[in-house]
C-alpha cells in the first residue's frame, strides 16, 4: 500500500468513528428522553403527597378530600392512577395523629426492540408534633 493511501484511509475511519459516536449520543439521547420523564412526574407526584400528608396532619381534611386533591394532582401529570388506588389512611386527630398516604402505579416505557414498565411506589406519611 502506497504512503498517499494511509492519510485517505485514516480519514474514512475517522468519519466512521464520527458517525458511530454520533449514533451512540443520538441513541442515549432518545432512551433519556422517554425514561426521564416518567421518574420527573413521579418526582413531582412524590412533592404533592409530601404536602398533602403534612397538611392533612393539621387540618380537619377529610380522607377523600386528600384523596380527590392527589387524584387531581396525578391527572395533571397524567399519571396513568385511578382514584381507588389512592389509600388515604389518618390515625388521631388534627395535630396528634398521622396520615400515610400511599399508591402504586406503572408506566409503560417503548423503546425500539425492549419495551418495559416502570413501577413506581409513591407514598408519605407525616407525624403530628404532639
Given at each position: ?52 400528608a403534612r397538611l392533612g396532619t393539621y387540618s380537619t ?42 399508591t402504586s402505579y406503572s408506566v409503560h416505557v ?21
Amino acid at each position: 500500500m502506497s504512503s498517499a493511501a494511509w492519510p485517505q484511509a485514516e480519514s474514512i475511519m475517522g468519519t466512521i468513528k464520527l458517525i458511530l459516536v454520533l449514533g451512540l449520543l443520538g441513541g442515549l439521547a432518545y432512551v433519556c428522553a422517554e425514561i426521564i420523564p416518567p421518574y420527573f412526574a413521579n418526582y413531582e407526584f412524590q412533592d404533592t403527597l409530601d404536602t398533602e400528608a403534612r397538611l392533612g396532619t393539621y387540618s380537619t381534611k377529610g380522607d377523600e378530600v386528600i384523596r380527590d386533591a392527589v387524584f387531581k394532582r396525578a391527572q395533571e401529570l397524567e399519571l396513568p392512577l385511578t382514584r381507588d388506588q389512592i389509600k388515604v389512611q389518618r390515625t388521631g386527630g388534627p395535630g396528634t395523629g398521622s396520615v400515610l398516604i400511599e399508591t402504586s402505579y406503572s408506566v409503560h416505557v417503548e423503546l425500539p426492540g425492549y419495551p418495559m414498565d416502570l413501577d413506581f411506589h409513591p407514598q408519605s406519611k407525616n407525624k403530628g408534633a404532639f
